[in-house]
């Protein structure tokens, strides 16, 4: 079993950037693959990148790609999202998740969730 918890979330500006982290215990997190989701409003939780177990294969969203960044220190239990070029649509609860499966992007494939980080990007 695997425990998450999200931190980084804030209020930043158009243009600006964030570091989100996803602290993570059990020991069983070296061997998941964890991914993002967001949910803003309204709308479903949407895929926004995921990283495997060893770090070595990433996979992201259209809407994120190259302005997104994911890593993972398995040593210290956190998998990191590098935020940048932030936009108003980025706005959202954040949430890391763990799979015992390869990249998924679908929810429905991730097993454990952390409690999620608000996000806001607003001028």
């Known amino acids: 079993q695997v425990q998450l918890v999200e931190s980084g979330g804030g209020l930043v500006q158009p243009g600006g950037s964030l570091r989100l982290s996803c602290a993570a215990s059990g020991r069983t997190f070296s061997s998941s693959t964890i991914g993002w989701f967001r949910q803003a409003p309204g709308k479903g939780r949407e895929f926004v990148g995921a990283?495997?177990?060893?770090?070595?294969?990433?996979y992201y969203a259209d809407s994120v790609k190259g302005r997104f960044t994911l890593s993972r220190d398995n040593a210290k239990n956190t998998v990191s999202l590098q935020m940048n070029s932030l936009k108003p649509d980025d706005t959202a609860v954040y949430y890391c998740?763990?799979?015992?499966?390869?990249?998924?992007?679908?929810?429905?494939?991730?097993?454990?969730w952390g409690q999620g980080t608000q996000v806001t990007v607003s001028s």
């Open positions: 998740a763990a799979s015992y499966g390869s990249i998924r992007t679908d929810v429905t494939n991730y097993h454990y």
């Open positions: 990283i495997s177990w060893g770090g070595a294969s990433t």
